[in-house]
């Protein structure tokens, strides 16, 4: 069982779309309403409508203001004040992706111009290119990883020297969970608390030393269940 409050979501402010999307994408998947931004609204049933009917629209309602309302409350109180004028989650969605996802398209090709792929590592952009595999990279660039110590919070991974890596490998976590359907959504019990959760990273070495590969596990503190 997982509290939505463990997925914490910072405010969009304009910059960064593509790591903002897909957090958001994440907390409406883990809600079971991410398909609100897919599907067309239906219209509010008449006098004549089947009770199956107006119950379907009700739920599909109920799930479109709460679609809506994580989005809205996933923006910088400026964008908040321009996009709660639309009506819908979809239109909010598209509008945004139409504005800020073509600009990162942009800006990303303007800043490959003219550098390799090493530059493109120094300035934390690790990628799946022709080079390889995320450890194949790693290995050959460990000069690049000047970790002290393995991050012990959340927080310490996502500012230190190696985010652009810590953010990779939260990423395939997140994509494991995902895939593998670790956990399923459930309406908590009257009287229940839900455990909490946190990031474990490690890094791991070959025997020279160098770099091997960053690993993290979302794991639930289990020492805190209660019989």
């Known amino acids: 069982?997982?509290?939505?409050?463990?997925?914490?979501?910072d405010q969009f402010d304009g910059s960064n779309f593509g790591r903002w999307q897909d957090n958001v994408k994440f907390l409406l998947t883990a809600l079971r309403i991410v398909y609100i931004l897919n599907c067309k609204p239906l219209s509010e049933p008449?006098?004549?409508?089947?009770?199956?009917?107006?119950?379907?629209?009700?739920?599909?309602?109920?799930?479109?203001?709460?679609?809506?309302?994580?989005?809205?409350?996933?923006?910088s109180d400026r964008l908040y004040n321009f996009y709660k004028s639309f009506d819908s989650a979809k239109e909010i969605w598209k509008a945004l992706e139409y504005k800020y996802k073509n600009r990162e398209e942009e800006e990303?090709?303007?800043?490959?111009?003219?550098?390799?792929?090493?530059?493109?590592?120094?300035?934390?952009k690790l990628e799946r290119n022709s080079q390889g595999s995320r450890e194949i990279v790693l290995n050959q660039t460990p000069n690049i990883l000047n970790v002290d110590s393995d991050p012990m919070t959340y927080t310490e991974a996502v500012t230190s020297r190696d985010v652009a890596f810590w953010k990779e490998?939260?990423?395939d976590e997140i994509d494991s969970i995902m895939s593998n359907e670790t956990w399923t959504l459930v309406v908590l019990p009257p009287g229940s608390k839900p455990?909490?959760?946190?990031?474990?990273f490690r890094m791991k070495y070959n025997s020279d030393g160098?770099?091997?590969?960053?690993?993290?596990?979302l794991v639930?503190?289990?020492?805190?269940?209660?019989e």
């Open 195 to 200: 455990i909490g959760c946190k990031w474990v």
């Open 108 to 124: 990303e090709t303007e800043k490959r111009k003219g550098t390799g792929d090493r530059e493109e590592i120094r300035r934390g």
């Open 1 to 9: 069982m997982m509290n939505q409050d463990l997925i914490k979501l």
């Open 46 to 75: 008449g006098d004549n409508a089947s009770e199956n009917e107006k119950k379907e629209w009700q739920w599909r309602n109920d799930d479109e203001v709460m679609c809506r309302g994580h989005i809205l409350n996933a923006l």
């Open 210 to 217: 160098s770099v091997q590969t960053l690993k993290t596990r």
């Open 169 to 171: 490998a939260i990423n």
């Open 220 to 226: 639930a503190k289990g020492f805190k269940q209660k």
